[in-house]
């Protein structure tokens, strides 16, 4: 096996980065949608929309990874690499404007008061923010680890 970055692409540390983003982009998903009217702010729906790709996007490279430490160890391919660099990098900007959007609105909202946004409701708005930063720093942090993996290739 070649030197080994910790958190690239075929190593346990990316197996665990990559469940943490598909579990903190489930979380907030389901804290945003369930018996909630989501739709009546854009950023919420903004939200709910990077989730819904960082989600499959996660999953996939779980399998890729999870099939690298369990089974057999698959050579690092530049291209690929930087497909799966560029992939991140672009969800983990999209996850952190939906979660800095969220993350306003939902404050916005608890500053006007009860009308707009019981507590109960809005604090499923911040978990679902809180749960989509985590998945951002995962997100962000496995980028970083390949992209300093791709000039040893």
Not at 7 to 19: D, E, F, Q, Y
Request: glycine residues 4%; proline residues 4%; charged residues 10%.
């Amino acid at each position: 096996m070649e030197d080994e970055v910790p958190g690239s692409m075929g190593t346990s540390a990316s197996l665990a980065l990559r469940l943490g983003q598909a579990f903190f982009s489930t979380a907030s998903l389901l804290f945003m949608c369930l018996r909630i009217d989501f739709y009546n702010y854009t950023a919420f729906s903004y939200l709910v929309t990077v989730m819904g790709l960082m989600i499959p996007w996660s999953l996939t490279l779980v399998m890729v990874d999870a099939y690298s430490v369990f089974i057999k160890y698959l050579p690092h391919q530049p291209r690929i690499l930087l497909v799966i660099i560029a992939g991140d990098w672009v969800l983990s900007f999209l996850s952190l404007a939906a979660a800095c959007a969220t993350a306003s609105v939902t404050d916005l909202l608890v500053e006007a008061g009860g009308s707009f946004c019981p507590a109960k409701l809005c604090s499923r708005f911040q978990l679902s923010a809180t749960m989509a930063f985590l998945s951002w720093f995962l997100s962000f942090a496995s980028s970083l680890f390949n992209l300093w993996l791709l000039p040893s290739l």
